[in-house]
Every structure is written in structure tokens, then in C-alpha cells.
């Protein structure tokens, strides 16, 4: 059997770290003429879920890696007004378990480690362009000339996956009237100065009037400025990130990383156009009556770093007949980032249809039945995770409507000061937000095991 994966980013990468482990050829295609290319946003969250699904896929080592390329654990969970005054903050338990937590991750740094040991897998400048489909085998077509025959073609190029387009013409995205900004800016004497102690250790998140919202994160990290790992960390994590040849290709150092996001009409009407100072401006003109201290931010940020995302979505769709063509991640469920489940959703993706393409290898299924298998289920859990998502980032939320968003606001301003003013719901509320509700464990265990040698 020979899988061909279109795209190397979180999901495809993983996918086949897992079955070049289960003895499965592969080939991942990527648009991206080199591992350090593209712009890959800055940080994820890796949830319980992505992590198990990393454990189980890539070789202990690589994993190890992962997680000692994390940044440290954010202490806290705040809510904030726009003038830095405090609605609520949660203490958030520490933990040492390497699989059961969450985790602050850099997007690059996670591309680098997933590009770990796949250097004969992945073959960089192919743009898909079609595919032609078989009953015994399907083809892939590249811009460059070139083509590629296997007996699994699988989509993970992204939301704007062109193999969707191709396969499922009725699967369509949408936009949903929310735009951000990103940016970054070094952690300086100045800038870690222009936010509390409690900011600079958690993760923030800022309603405002107008239905403008805004997330700060400070990711530091375990080597410095220069590639050196930092003094003081264990030696088993020290050494692992010595011996890490992905080190040489990460473009992070320690930064402060903050997303503004607005409905489409607060924005210039050309703001996916934008770029670096012009970002930066609209930013400060969103927010001319904001602390001087996030303003400060804003204009610390690094312009090269500065870029719009427009929020899109998939609209769920029925069932499809399973071929030898699938898809995981963007490429079948796009989704807001309001829960922050993107990335583990894909992840997810990658476990069980590695799980589903073992049993091929092993005569228990053919080809389409386990496609067929894994399909069921992606379909469930993944439109599941999209309506989810949307209903916490879109236009439609009362939230962005002048007068009334005013009155919720303030609702739930109060009803978070009070909260905050009151240990122990603080703590139940705390609690139930960090009980983990997502894929049950047995999904994600996956043994990964060489073929049987056959006679």
C-alpha cells in the first residue's frame, strides 16, 4: 500500500510519521519550497487530545522533543477590560504529566519537529493541481510536471484544500464576517514592564465595546535569542533539545503574541491587503481609547510579523460515498479558532485514520471499508467541533451590535467580577473549565506495531 499526502502541515505531517512507523509507504507533497518557509502562524494550543495523538504516532524520542520545545505553562487565566483592570483570573493547576495537559506551542517550532525524521517522506515545491482517480490506484498531478501514483490519496492541504475543491464540490467554507490581526513583539526590559505579573505568566483575553476582542499570550521558551539552551533547565530536557536537528531551522525566541479581531465593518476595507505598519495603525486606530500600556503593544510589535487572517468556516455537510480519496483537518472541516480545537482536531484526524489504514495493511480491511470507517467518524466529531467553533466567532453574535453588545458586556463583566470575588465558585468554575471533554482515550491508544512478515 502507498499513501499519498497532499500538504505537510500539522495533521498530514503526523499522519505520516504514523504509518512510516507502521511500515506504510508514504510520500507527503508539500507547497513550500523548503522546511522554513511560509509563515505558520505563532502559537497552538495542544490539547489532551493532540497529544495523545502524538504520542501515539510520532517515536518516542520525536515526542519527547515536542515536549521539551514547549513553552512554559501559562499560571493563569485572565479576563480583562480594555483598560487593563481586572474581571477575572484563575489560577490554572500545573502539571507535570507529559501527555494529559495542555500546551503552549509555537507553530513553527511544531513544524520543525514534525519534520523531524521524515526528511526521505516529504518532498518540498509540489503544487497539486488535480488528481485522476482509479478503482486500483489514484494519481496526483503538480505544477511542476511531475506526477505520483498510490492506492490512497489524502487531502490535508489546508482550508483551501484544492483536492476538496476537486472531490466534494458541495463541500463549501464560508466567511464569518471576523477578521484579526496578528502580531509579535520580543519580550524586552520595556515591553515585559507594559503588562502584569499575572498577564505576562498567563494567557489574557480582552471583550471590549463594539464586540472588539483581543488575546495576549507570552511564550517563553527554554533556549535563548542565539540557539543556547538556557541555564537551569533538567538535563534530560537540555539534552534532548541539544540533540534536536530541528533546532537549526527555528525562527523563535521568547515573545509576547497578541491577536485583535473585529467585525468586517470596523475594518478598512482593504485590510487583507495590509501588511507590517499599515496593520499595526489600524490596530491603534481601533483602540484610541485603550490602557497606553496594550497601545505600547501594539506599536512594539515587530511590522514583519503582522498579518491578517479573515476567519473562515466549512459548512457541515452529508456523508460521501468513501473512495481511495480522503481528507483530515482544514481540508474537510475548517474552523474558527473560538475553541481552539483546530490543530487537535486534525491531529485527532491523523490517529484514527492511521488506525484504520493498519488494519488494511494487515488483510482485516480493504482499502475503502477503512476509509469508509474513518470517515464516519471524522464526519461526526469534526462537523461537531465546527459548529462549536463558530458559535463563539461570528458576526452574527449580539456581542458586536452597538447597543446591545454594550448591555451584555456589561452583564457579564459584573457577573465575572463577582465570580472572581468568590474562591470557591472560582475554583467549580475553574474546575469545569479545565475538565477535559474531548475524544474518549480508547480512540486516541494506538500501538503501532512493524507489519508481519508474510510467506
Not at 503582522?306 to 459548512?315: A, E, K, Q
Request: glycine share 8%; with cysteine.
Amino acid at each position: 500500500m502507498k499513501v499519498l499526502v497532499i500538504g505537510g502541515g500539522t495533521g498530514g505531517l503526523a499522519l505520516a510519521h504514523g504509518l512510516k512507523r507502521a511500515g506504510i509507504e508514504v510520500t507527503v507533497f508539500e507547497r513550500d519550497a523548503l522546511r522554513t518557509e511560509g509563515l505558520h502562524g505563532y502559537r497552538v494550543g495542544i490539547d489532551p487530545d493532540g497529544s495523545r495523538a502524538l504520542s501515539a504516532l510520532l517515536p518516542k524520542e520525536l515526542y519527547d522533543t515536542f515536549v521539551a520545545t514547549k513553552a512554559r505553562d501559562p499560571k493563569y487565566f485572565n479576563m480583562l477590560t480594555e483598560d487593563l483592570k481586572e474581571v477575572l483570573s484563575m489560577e490554572i493547576p500545573q502539571s507535570t504529566d507529559p501527555v494529559e495537559s495542555e500546551k503552549s506551542i509555537s507553530r513553527m517550532t511544531l513544524r520543525q519537529v514534525l519534520l523531524t525524521g521524515l526528511e526521505d517522506v516529504v518532498e518540498f515545491g509540489k503544487v497539486f493541481t488535480r488528481f485522476e482517480q482509479y478503482d486500483d490506484h489514484v494519481t496526483a498531478y503538480f505544477a511542476d510536471g511531475t506526477e505520483a501514483t498510490g492506492d490512497l490519496l489524502v487531502a490535508a492541504d489546508g482550508s483551501g484544500s484544492r483536492v476538496r475543491r476537486q472531490y466534494l464540490p458541495q463541500a463549501k467554507t464560508e466567511e464569518t464576517g471576523i477578521v484579526a490581526i496578528a502580531g509579535k513583539l520580543p519580550i524586552t526590559d520595556e515591553s515585559a514592564k507594559l503588562v502584569s505579573p499575572k498577564v505576562f505568566e498567563g494567557i489574557s483575553m480582552i471583550n471590549a465595546p463594539r464586540g472588539l476582542f483581543c488575546i495576549i499570550h507570552v511564550m517563553e521558551f527554554q533556549w535563548d535569542r542565539d540557539g543556547r539552551v538556557k541555564n537551569g533547565i533538567g538535563g534530560n530536557t537540555e539534552e534532548l533539545i541539544r540533540r534536536w536537528p530541528g533546532l537549526q531551522f527555528d525562527n523563535t525566541r521568547d515573545y509576547i503574541n497578541w491577536g485583535l479581531s473585529a467585525t468586517r465593518d470596523k475594518l478598512p476595507p482593504n485590510i487583507m491587503d495590509l501588511r507590517g505598519e499599515e496593520l499595526v495603525r489600524t490596530a491603534l486606530e481601533l483602540t484610541p481609547d485603550w490602557h497606553p500600556n496594550l497601545r505600547r503593544l501594539f506599536e512594539l510589535t515587530d511590522p514583519g510579523t503582522c498579518f491578517p487572517v479573515n476567519i473562515w468556516t466549512s459548512v457541515p455537510l452529508e456523508p460521501w460515498p468513501s473512495t481511495n480519496v480522503t481528507l483530515i483537518g482544514d481540508a474537510i472541516h475548517t474552523m474558527t479558532p473560538g475553541r481552539g480545537v483546530g490543530a487537535n482536531t486534525a491531529l485527532r484526524d491523523a490517529v484514527n485514520l492511521c488506525r484504520e489504514l493498519i488494519e488494511v495493511r494487515d488483510g482485516r480491511k480493504d482499502l475503502v471499508a477503512g476509509v469508509h470507517a474513518y470517515e464516519a467518524k471524522m464526519i461526526e466529531y469534526g462537523f461537531d467541533a465546527v459548529i462549536k467553533s463558530r458559535a463563539q466567532m461570528t458576526s452574527d453574535d449580539p456581542m458586536h451590535k452597538p447597543v446591545v453588545g454594550r448591555m451584555i458586556l456589561a452583564g457579564m463583566r459584573t457577573g465575572m467580577r463577582a465570580v472572581n470575588h468568590l474562591p470557591p465558585v472560582k475554583r467549580r468554575m475553574r474546575d469545569k473549565m479545565m475538565a477535559y471533554r474531548g475524544a474518549d482515550r480508547d480512540e486516541l491508544a494506538l500501538e503501532i506495531t512493524p507489519a508481519r512478515a508474510t510467506s
